[in-house]
């Protein structure tokens, strides 16, 4: 079942790899059928040399294993809290990726500092607060997901507006319209990690884009008065 | 028409990514033709994979699209704006690579802390103020160009002696005299972009090169009495 | 003898480089039999490109030279003394790799500043003090292996629970249950080296994980309740 | 003529580019044929895409063109000046490699922080003091040779103990016992430039090592008693 959608989450796991965002097994790439509302995602702590699109195991948004003989991935928990709260949604990503990461470990939103960002998150990525021991000790990955929308909903913005977030002390959750677009958005935030660290350490005072600055970027690129790319 | 320019124009967009200075389609070149004076230029959000010299707009300096069926880079307006200012520049690209685009984030100029620099620029690269509010709602991207011109015309110096420049939270703009040339250029400013924050990082109190310097390997390749490569 | 050994230990050896943890000579792996007690090590100064598995040395624990014509690698003795003081340990890993190296020359333990970290190591990696002047005049290579040994006794963990250590202004060395395991975790340790440093520059004030956290994910990945992965 | 040696010095060309240490021309390597003290040299700016062997300039040690069609590089009167006062040298290099350039911008010597240092330079990689603005506007070239063996006797050590220096503002030469020699050094003194600049920002009072462990490591590799590689 969900052939297609197998393909597409096997393919979008590998460029992870392509995209040098995850080393051995430090990632997972999901996707939802918007028909059956079935997920499909990586197995658990498989190599993804010899990983194959019939690997991918399918989930309902209970977690219940539907088809596939591996364990789903361990993050199986968070993705469904995202796919339940944010319909719009069709793929979740989530990796141990440098950069990303080390803004994670940090505490730290990553500050939009320039137009690169405006063009594809409408505002600092935030970052969630620490787990509490209590949260971290039973439904350790469902909590995540959990604080993410808690994150997402006190700032109360719209999923889709910075489809990426970081988990404190973990790491990067990114997402989008469907698998290949979330782990786009991976590499979008990793990369704005990376310029985000280089602008502070040139200059300590750096400051970040003015609202009207953002506004132009953002809605050049999305909306109904999009004018970016093809028609 | 104008083949032999789309060709250049396209094999040079592709140097970006193979330079490592683009990912996604965070970059475009434009050429120019002497004779005609039209402008040859990437279309807007075409994947680098499957773009081909064919896809390639043909505008006016006016940007009047003469031939093409796609859409022109949505920074054509800034493109043309050096063309009109600049008539010795043959070729213009942007990019958003990481180094020179987290100094266009800090809005400082980049310093010229040693000989790799000066063989290419004669001087500091610098940044552009921010742009105002009115500026950014309307004709964003031709203001984008105004104030490039505003700011070589200000420092006072020949647009081809340092044919690099960052526009102030945006990204890093380089020409050259041909496409190719432009990306070389771009090239070199990323690097000298990375070489400039190790130098500050090493030596917090890091001066800059003498005018001795500077005038003796920026004169040994450039103008009259160069003796640098083959003649 | 023990040419699957062999085969392993020059395939271990082939993956330094590979991973990007080694340049020239600057590594090498070594395996032990589980039966004989015998070690098979790579040899001294050989180069990765030329080099074939049958160039590996056999040699006992005691450091006599059982098999091959080439000189084992001058770094024999420290893992000799690896093997001789932890039974558990089926390869060993030592790199000059540059993010781990850093650390090392800086005399620092590397922080567990997140998730990533705990998924493999349970506790800070940590560095050892300095060798003496004695230590170093004399069986220099058998005195590293002694300062290892004492570091991990001191700090009292099991030496399978934090399987990479920091030897103080040289480099690290890693282990695990083959050799191919001790190559990944020489990996693992050199990105977290590279994330901790990235998150302490984010943050000057990062704080550590909590002992709940390290908790779960570490024993979600080892032990008798684990969870992660295939069973 | 000598055309092993171009074939060598050739190779050693390509291989800067190999090694991660050279974007278009920014380098060049020489080698010296010790019966006629004839220097084998790469052409002035020509690219390494299209270069050949029989490209090779061969000089004589005043400067003197003795074969070739092609201008030597021209950084050809620094490399003489190496040759004339230091016999025992084979092959000199110059590039503009990130790391190691950053330390010559930021006009500091590289501090001997490491084993892997130890391995190879037998002390601090020096910098130069800058030149003079007489020194710049004529015979500049052979001036950098000037200053480079001035520090070197200043400071009163064997060339071939540490056979490599940053020339200040500008970036670094090394040289060994033949061309590939030359380049091997150079690779490992930008590796140790990187390590240095980490292990500073890890620690802001990193300490050198001692020079117990200096001997150590450079003398088990070097001289006498040397024991590191095969006889």
Redesign the interface.
Known sequence: MLETLKERVFQANLELVKQGLV????GNVSGIDPASRLVVIK????DYETMKASDMVVVDLAGNVIEGS??PS?DTPTHLEMYRNYPEIGGVVHT?A??A????????AIPV????HCDYFYGDIPCTR??F?TE??DN?ELNTGKVIVETINALGYNAMAIPAINVS???PFTWGKDPMDAV?NA??MD?LA??????????GN??K??Q??LD?HYL?KHGAKA?????
Chains 1, 2, 3, 4 share one sequence.
Do not use: C, D, F
Request: positive net charge.
């Open positions: 080393i051995y097994t430090w197995p658990s702590g498989v591996l364990r361990s141990h440098v950069w990461t080390s803004w994670a470990q940090s505490g730290r500092y320039g137009t690169t620490e787990l021991e971290i000790k350790y002390h973990h790491g786009h590499k979008v990369t990376e310029m985000a660290y280089l602008t502070e350490k040139i200059n750096a400051e884009v003015t009207h600055l132009k050049r004018y970016y790319g093809q028609k």
